[in-house]
């Protein structure tokens, strides 16, 4: 656990191209200390958005968080992730009980930015632990230990979900989700996707653009097996696997057409609109 | 590359392969579902007789113009782009007939204007589809190699056809080699503006004008005065006896038919696409619009839309939403004459049920107020605790104290100590995810004696049908003239009733389900209406939606089965369950060879069952039609369906069968 990775510890800045006011507003509700919820489908940028955010508001400080060795503490949420996984628990170790704080507890205490992505795949009961964060009180009550932990005056929690593909079982509380400050994001203009698709990958402009169409085609496939589309992310390895070398078009059917879907007809046009939009 | 005249079978491409294929590829590219369907030509000279409304794509039976496999393919590809080339490129934007209706000479406008209007188009194609350019060119080498000699027509026509030729890539020395007065280079630096980007539909109108200006200097004679009133299209493609009288110097119809390129196809748009945005041309028609056009536009004795197939009927929903059609899903279908499925055949319409019915649950309740305790009984018994206590797991969220000093003394005694000294708590729920479809087909209109409503209305009203004789299934309505002002319960009526006291049960029960509805106008217009899908919360809104549900059309069951198991695909669950309620065989007009062909119907929503049984979906069919031993017993396994002769017991029923099949 004590093995951060740099990215984790943010030492370069996340590259973030913005979409509109979306820095402005982050940035301002920091200052007022509300939560965040980012809501979008999966691959468009919301976690390079976080890490973006947290570069800016850390690493480009100058207050003493500035120096905070982990600006950002990422838990991607799963069906099993319980409020235990987020607090901490104790653990046997040697002939006693430790306790061991959990991402949330840690990042509370410390004052860093949590970042729960996909909260709706957590399971209901545990959404709730974070409520006494996010409104006035900003506690935290840990209840195996009996602290009520007060919020280190920097923290922020931030959260993510994908209305799109979850299975509206899994849909937000009401009580959970009126309590943040709301981004919508989606995928980029083709202008905007290819700027990115070419900074990501170094491919060259002209094929970014192209790649960047084929994303907006293949989306207006979305309801033949892949509700999303193709992810900015998809495009971009295609960009990687193209500027190492590999042939576009095949770059294309490795990582978008066999990617998104397992309809072969459905793989067969995606490689038609490819072969006819790359030169 | 060589265009062939014998080709191989093997290398022959048939739409029926690569249908779907074309399908999805059109609506990539396009943005929007397009029909793409056959015309029953071969090869690629099938354009001729193309018509576009914008909304579909035609295409041949089969093309084996080359040798290569590939190559044919490429001709389908590039037929496609074209097409779709006119929708993005604002052709239908443009009101061709006005445009047309004001020239002297419309047949030979006409011409100039389709190739001019080409040229531009496949110049957008090169430009938006770079990696089309091979397979566009191979298409157009081989339509000029088939182009007839110049030499041997008259001037204008000969004019006309040289610019038609340079547009399919002809060199353009060769053809100014030919001297026609000196009138073809700047006929070509005229239409050659539309090739440049950014060019539109009237950069085309435009450069037809001032060509057709220079033409009229061959014309010894000066042009017939424009017709008052244009009837329709086909005034300017029919050959013309009177205008054929005038002799060398006119271009008429029969002049402009012999220069159309099969490929290309006649340029006729539909009349219900050409208003869209108003241009200079289709300013100055509206100035002069004739009674003929408000004929086209209602589409009443139109030929040029003789041929297109009728579009989804424009209010198919019960409720359209604000913004935005509804979702719409593509689906196989069962062809039991065939032994094959017919690929992305049918079309699901996925809609949201509204209503504001709001009074409904309460006389629900008040109707079946025993029943409804009954079932919550009957229900609860089988609800599971809501927590439960899973000790030694390897994680979890409190330490398992006998875990501890078990571990504790297996470490002081040298031994391993179990890793797995957590307790969790686990929501012991019923892993189960129900999906309810309900036939709304017209046939669920039909009144049903329900003495109840009779008595709450007027003692006095006039008897509906005797309870045992089904006529409230499939005739006599007439026969039995219903109450003026009694509230007729119809056998929807009581499919609502029973859904509903299943909601209630379900939401003591716990379990996850949704309830939809089905009914349809063709294959292409399957309408699946959403009451309640998984996951929403049963609101005042939930059971408004659910009062909505009204008889409709017809009953095309497989393709509405398919929606549903792809619903339930994406349940969680460990154990789907999928509840048919009708009332009578699945049939639609074109379920089948017609709408008598019901084996068709039957054999397709045995399939979608089975198809579901595959994907681990319980099916269950429950029918109220007391014909339905009949078919039901072909169409599934004999405990997977249930007839129900009194439609008063569906509701009873229905919790009965669903108590059965999830516990």
Redesign the interface.
């Known amino acids: 656990m004590d093995s951060h990775s740099s990215a984790s510890r943010l030492t370069a800045e996340p590259w973030y191209l913005p979409l509109a006011d979306e820095v402005q507003i982050f940035e301002a509700a920091y200052q007022a200390r509300l939560p965040v919820l980012l809501k979008g489908p999966t691959g468009c940028g919301k976690t390079r958005f976080v890490e973006h955010m947290a570069w800016r508001l850390y690493r480009q400080s100058d207050s003493a968080r500035r120096y905070l060795e982990l600006p950002l503490l990422t838990v991607a949420c799963h069906e099993d992730l319980t409020a235990t996984d987020l607090v901490g628990r104790y653990l046997l170790t040697g002939n006693e009980t430790v306790w061991m704080d959990g991402p949330l507890t840690r990042a509370v205490r410390s004052g860093a930015i949590c970042y729960l992505d996909e909260i709706v795949e957590a399971r209901k009961d545990t959404t709730v632990v974070v409520h006494s964060l996010t409104d006035h009180r900003r506690v935290l009550p840990i209840e195996k230990t009996g602290e009520l932990l007060d919020a280190h005056p920097d923290f922020l929690l931030v959260i993510s979900y994908n209305p799109g593909y979850q299975s509206v079982l899994k849909d937000l509380k009401p009580s959970t989700r009126q309590r943040f400050v709301s981004l919508a994001f989606d995928y980029p203009s083709i202008e905007i996707e290819a700027t990115i698709i070419a900074h990501e990958s170094g491919v060259a402009t002209a094929l970014a653009q192209r790649l960047a169409l084929v994303g907006e085609k293949v989306r207006n496939l979305r309801e033949h097996g892949f509700e999303e589309g193709v992810s900015t992310r998809l495009l971009i390895y295609a960009a990687q696997l193209a500027a190492g070398g590999i042939e576009p078009r095949r770059a294309c059917d490795v990582a978008i057409a066999r990617a998104v879907t397992d309809d072969a007809e459905v793989q067969k046009a995606i490689g038609a609109i490819v072969d006819v939009l790359l030169p | 590359m060589t265009p062939a005249s014998g080709v191989p079978d093997a290398q022959r491409v048939h739409f029926t392969d690569i249908q779907?294929?074309l399908s999805?590829?059109a609506?990539?590219?396009?943005?929007?579902f397009l029909h793409v369907k056959v015309i029953e030509t071969h090869g690629m000279g099938a354009g001729a007789s193309r018509i576009m409304d914008g909304k579909s794509i035609r295409l041949p039976a089969d093309i084996a113009d080359f040798t290569a496999q590939q190559h044919n393919l490429g001709a389908y590809?590039v037929a496609v782009?074209r097409q779709i080339g006119y929708l993005v490129e604002g052709t239908f934007e443009f009101d061709l007939a006005g445009f047309l209706g004001r020239h002297t000479r419309p047949a030979l406008l006409r011409r100039v204007f389709a190739t001019i209007e080409d040229m531009r188009i496949d110049a957008a194609i090169l430009r938006?589809?770079?990696?089309?350019c091979g397979d566009l060119d191979r298409v157009l080498a081989y339509v000029l190699a088939k182009r007839p000699r110049i030499s041997a027509m008259r001037p204008v026509s000969a004019l006309v056809e040289a610019l038609l030729q340079y547009s399919l890539g002809a060199a353009r020395a060769p053809l100014q080699a030919q001297d026609w007065g000196g009138l073809l280079p700047g006929m070509i630096d005229a239409a050659a503006v539309v090739q440049r980007d950014g060019a539109q539909v009237h950069d085309s109108a435009r450069a037809a004008l001032d060509i057709c200006a220079e033409l009229e200097k061959l014309f010894r004679r000066p042009p017939r005065s424009p017709p008052l009133f244009l009837s329709t299209l086909e005034e300017f493609t029919r050959p013309n006896e009177s205008n054929e009288a005038l002799g060398d110097e006119e271009f008429s119809p029969s002049d402009a038919a012999g220069l159309l390129v099969e490929f290309r196809g006649e340029l006729i748009l539909d009349s219900a696409f050409k208003h869209r945005a108003g241009g200079q041309f289709a300013t100055a028609l509206q100035e002069t619009q004739s009674p003929a056009r408000g004929r086209m536009a209602d589409g009443t004795g139109d030929a040029a839309t003789a041929g297109v197939e009728s579009p989804r009927s424009s209010a198919p929903m019960l409720h359209l939403p604000a913004s935005g059609g509804p979702?719409?899903?593509?689906y196989d279908e069962w062809n039991f004459h065939e032994q094959s499925y017919l690929?992305a055949w049918c079309r699901v319409y996925e809609q949201r049920l509204r209503g504001d019915d709001f009074g409904f649950i309460g006389g629900v309740r008040s109707r079946h107020s025993t029943l409804l305790k009954q079932v919550r009984r009957q229900f609860s018994s089988i609800k599971p605790q809501s927590w439960q206590r899973v000790r030694r797991t390897s994680?979890?969220?409190?330490?398992d104290l006998d875990g501890?000093i078990e571990?504790?003394i297996d470490?002081?005694t040298g031994h391993d100590a179990d890793s797995h000294?957590?307790v969790?708590r686990d929501?012991a729920r019923r892993d189960v995810s129900a999906a309810f479809l309900v036939d709304m087909s017209a046939s669920t209109d039909f009144p049903l004696p329900d003495a109840g409503a009779i008595k709450d209305a007027h003692a006095d009203a006039p008897a509906t049908p005797p309870p045992d004789s089904g006529l409230y299934l499939y005739g006599g309505q007439e026969e039995f003239p219903a109450a003026r002002s009694a509230p007729k319960r119809r056998v929807i009526d009581v499919s609502k009733d029973a859904l509903a006291l299943m909601c209630e049960a379900l939401q003591t029960l716990g379990d996850?389900y949704a309830i939809y509805g089905f009914s349809g106008d063709g294959r292409q217009n399957v309408e699946f209406h959403v009451a309640k899908?998984?996951?929403?919360k049963l609101t005042a809104r939930t059971w408004a939606a659910l009062a909505a549900m009204q008889p409709r059309r017809s009953t095309r069951m497989g393709a509405a089965i398919r929606h549903a198991l792809s619903k339930l695909a994406?349940?969680?669950a460990g154990m789907k369950v999928l509840i048919i309620v009708s009332d009578g065989y699945p049939e639609d007009h074109d379920y089948g060879a017609d709408r008598t062909d019901r084996e068709y119907g039957i054999q397709d929503t045995a399939r979608a069952l089975q198809e579901a049984e595959r994907a681990g979906v319980v099916d269950f069919c429950l029918t109220i039609d007391p014909a339905g031993q009949d078919y039901l017993r072909r169409m599934c396994a004999e405990s997977r369906y249930l007839v129900i002769d009194d439609v008063t017991a569906l509701p009873r029923e229905l919790s009965k069968v669903y108590r059965t099949l999830t516990s």
């Open positions: 779907r294929f999805l590829f609506q990539g590219l396009a943005g929007t590809r782009l938006r589809y770079p990696g089309a979702r719409s899903f593509l690929a994680d979890g969220d409190e330490l501890v571990a504790v470490r002081r000294l957590y969790r929501r996850s899908d998984f996951g929403d994406r349940e969680p």
